[in-house]
């Protein structure tokens, strides 16, 4: 019997993502990540094998990896007769969460069901409202779990919210523009041990696995858990790895996986609601521990590639010129990329990193309106875009992230968005629909404007791909148009 099944529910059933595969080939060759969502499930692997070590027997079930559609969930669950079922969701995804929540109930009533990632962060009131959702872990899952699966009391656990919470959450919501913190105290606010559930604790072990890095000296210390070096690397025998290679194989030629090495984010960018799951403090694995994890990456599935799945992996420059010396000192061989902002791009330490293996770097460019640019609260502007990208274009590959449909936007200014795309000479182009993320200043702003309550109110049919509503100038339909125009301009026959 097992103590915890992790699901990765799907957007898209087995049939449908295998179409999207087929049918968008050229835009995913392109760079359009998000049509056809195939990444592992990097949250759930963390937990599965933080759990496993604290010596719970946990699985993942990854779904969308294995290609197994909902309807055979109830076997699977009678053959592993779980005690408890853990859902990961973000916001998009919460309807299939929901359904699967059901069929679990359905087949085995007794099953405990927890909900958690971003949705469940971000909307608590809302997961607890469903009937087959017992409980909802909000932020970072791994301290929740453990004391959940250890037998403490769940309404003592923080980060931990059961239904009887639900009331008290009704009363007195949750601020929506930061997460909540330990010993914060809001007037008004949840009273007694119901605050603390929403708090999840700061975890100060030592460091696993011999890692060497002081973690009081890491910048920004501090968030959800203190020093990721405590936790171990997540399981990637979880989820069916080789499907995910391949996958990588045939974007990039070269057999590559993810990996996510930090969290927390700094940064204010008004469309962004990442910091309500995991804090604004940035935290990092040492970069010793990080070139150990790619190495025995590499060698245990003969990788030639790594695909950093972190917003901001260079935010400090430190850790980043001990990272190229790590790996230089290692003496690894393996080809890797990073996501990063256009102001933290330096010549020197991009020479180094290409020395180390760099291939390339993703910027999240987002817009070529200085109007929508300054919506957005990046901080950025089309000078620092143009130079980032002609500094790194000497070096390595270079990609880009792109949003149309932001709040304000008319036709124009999408317009400068295609031309700043097409100048920019990328290898690679992402462009998304503009979708409200809850916990973001956009999505606030807009909840004020009672022509957007009825969208707003409709948030999981919104999808960065497909979004039957319009929150800027221009209409939905015509939006739609735009975002099949750009694509098919990046699209990259294959
Ligand atoms: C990699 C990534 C993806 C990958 C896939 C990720 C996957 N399969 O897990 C891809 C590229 C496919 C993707 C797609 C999307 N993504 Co995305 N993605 C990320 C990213 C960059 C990293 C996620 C990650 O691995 N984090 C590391 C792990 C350790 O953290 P985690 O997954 O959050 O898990 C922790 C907790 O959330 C919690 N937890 C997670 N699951 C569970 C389950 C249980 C039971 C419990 C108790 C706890 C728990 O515990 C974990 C460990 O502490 C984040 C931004 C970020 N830096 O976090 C955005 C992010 C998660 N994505 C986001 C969004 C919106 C999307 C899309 C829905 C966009 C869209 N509208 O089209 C799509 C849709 C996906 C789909 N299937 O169709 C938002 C979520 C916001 C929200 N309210 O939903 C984020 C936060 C980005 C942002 N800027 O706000 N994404």
């Known amino acids: ?62 779904l969308v990896g294995l290609g197994i559609p909902e309807e055979k969930l109830p076997e699977i669950l009678r053959e592993k007769s779980p005690a408890r079922v853990g859902i990961g969701a973000m916001t998009p995804l919460f309807p299939a969460a929901r359904r699967l929540a059901r069929i679990v109930k359905q087949a085995r009533p007794e099953t405990t069901v927890i909900a958690g990632g971003a949705h469940p962060t971000v909307s608590p009131e809302t997961c607890l409202a469903d009937e087959n959702i017992d409980f909802i872990v909000r932020g970072e899952g791994e301290t929740a779990l453990a004391a959940l699966l250890a037998g403490a009391e769940p309404d003592g656990i ?70 990721l070096d ?16 391949q996958y990588n194989e045939s974007l990039r030629g070269l057999r590559g996986i993810s990996m996510l090495v930090s969290r927390g984010c700094p940064y204010q960018c008004s469309f962004c609601a990442v910091h309500l799951t995991m804090g604004r403090k940035f935290r990092i694995k040492s970069p010793a521990r990080v070139v150990r994890e ?26 980043a010129g001990e990272f190229t010396a790590e790996i230089r000192r290692q003496g690894l061989k393996i080809k890797w990329q990073y996501n990063t902002r256009v102001d933290r791009i330096d010549e020197a330490e991009i020479r180094a990193e290409k020395a180390a293996g760099l291939v390339q770097v ?64 990328l290898d690679k182009v992402c462009v998304s629909l503009y979708c409200p993320l809850p916990g973001s200043a956009l999505y606030d702003d807009l909840k004020k404007r009672e022509e957007y309550a009825g969208p707003l109110a409709d ?24 975002y099949g125009e750009i694509n098919d301009y990046f699209s990259k026959k294959r």
């Open 158 to 227: 923080p980060g931990l919210l059961s239904k009887s919470s639900r009331e008290h959450l009704l009363k007195s919501p949750l601020p929506r523009g930061e997460p909540a913190r330990a010993g914060q105290n809001r007037p008004g606010g949840m009273k007694g041990r119901v605050k603390e559930q929403i708090v999840t604790p700061t975890l100060s072990l030592p460091p696993q696995g011999g890692g060497n890095i002081d973690c009081a000296a890491l910048p920004n210390k501090g968030g959800n858990i203190d020093c």
């Open 459 to 482: 948030l999981e049919k919104i999808h960065f791909t497909e979004n039957p509503f319009s929150f800027c100038a221009v209409p939905a339909e015509k939006l739609r148009d735009l």
């Open 294 to 319: 790619m190495a025995g990456l590499r060698e245990k599935y003969s990788l030639e590639g790594i695909w950093f799945k972190d917003s901001i992996l260079n935010l400090d420059p430190a850790w």
């Open 1 to 62: 019997m097992l103590d915890l099944l992790l699901i990765n529910p799907p957007y898209f059933t087995p049939g449908e993502l295998a179409d999207r595969r087929e049918r968008f080939g050229g835009w995913i060759a392109g760079g359009n990540m998000y049509i056809h969502p195939f990444e592992p499930p990097l949250g759930l692997a963390a937990l599965a094998a933080w759990l496993k070590g604290q010596g719970f027997r946990t699985e993942v079930l990854d």
């Open 362 to 425: 993703d910027f999240g460019i987002e817009s070529g309106s200085p109007r929508s640019l300054a919506t957005l609260r990046k901080g950025i502007d089309l000078e620092k875009i143009k130079a980032a990208v002609r500094l790194a274009q000497k070096h390595v590959k270079v990609s880009g992230f792109f949003m149309i449909g932001i709040p304000g936007e008319t036709r124009e200014d999408i317009e400068m968005t295609f031309t700043l795309a097409r100048s920019l000479k």
């Open 230 to 245: 405590f936790l171990p690397l997540p399981d990637y025998d979880a989820f069916p790895v080789e499907k995910y290679v």
